[in-house]
């Protein structure tokens, strides 16, 4: 089955510094790739997804993600961190078969520090 | 357009007791999720539904749970009874029909926000 590893609870980041969310996955197969961003009482807003393709990928709000087959990660990224990027970010892997059925990571908050 | 749309925000309620969620898609969206979130973890998938059929239940209690989505639009979902450990934040998503090759993003509702005491 597949499955999501992030391995920070929170990353803590100055605003206007780059910022990076890691995520490593594991499924059988070539996988669907995806990040998520929740704000409090809210539900999960989509941002970005890697299916085939330009191993970078570039989302909403200025996000990008790097999809490395070898060390099977796909590490969220932002060149300068907005305070209002602060958040919980997740990652989810799907495999190429079946019912897509999406596996979540745990999450990581995000805290930009102004 | 609008999102999807979930009721009510919060519940609260006592053990043993029983409770529905329910959940309108995005219009047009065939397939329809409902997540389990507990505090500090990521959404766990319980049921799957494409148009009126159930894809995937594995996860799902079906000693306690039960969904349905009748005429392949709006869906409910049941505990019944409740237990401590079902306090959670449950999430509707839909999304469109499955691409062949590819895959899309799901689309989230506010959720509902479940204490049981």
């Known amino acids: 089955a597949q499955s999501v590893a992030q391995p920070e609870d929170q990353v803590n980041v100055a605003e206007g510094n780059p910022l990076t969310v890691k995520c490593t996955y594991s499924?059988?197969?070539?996988?669907?790739l995806f990040w998520y961003v929740q704000y409090p009482n809210r539900g999960l807003q989509f941002l970005l997804k890697y299916i085939t393709g330009d191993n970078l990928v570039k989302g909403s709000y200025g996000f990008e993600a790097e999809f490395n087959k070898s060390q099977t990660s796909f590490h969220l990224k932002k060149p300068s961190a907005l305070v209002s990027d602060s958040a919980l970010y997740f990652c989810a892997v799907s495999a190429p078969y079946g019912n897509n059925r999406l596996a979540f990571g745990k999450g990581n908050q995000v805290v930009v520090i102004p | 357009e609008a999102g999807v749309a979930q009721s009510p925000r919060y519940k609260i309620i006592e053990k043993r007791q029983s409770v529905a969620f329910w959940c309108n898609p995005i219009?047009?969206?065939?397939?329809l999720y409902w997540y389990q979130q507990i505090l500090g973890q990521g959404p766990k998938l319980l049921i799957q539904f494409q148009n009126n059929g159930v894809v995937d239940d594995s996860q799902l209690p079906k000693d306690r749970f039960s969904a349905e989505r009748l005429k392949g639009v709006d869906s409910t979902l049941k505990i019944q009874p409740a237990k401590l450990e079902d306090s959670a934040v449950y999430l509707c998503?839909?999304?469109?029909?499955?691409?062949?090759?590819?895959?899309?993003?799901?689309?989230f509702g506010p959720g509902t926000r479940l204490t049981v005491t």
């Open positions: 499924v059988s197969g070539n996988p669907y």
């Open positions: 219009s047009g969206h065939a397939t």
């Open positions: 998503a839909s999304s469109p029909l499955p691409l062949a090759g590819g895959q899309h993003e799901q689309y």
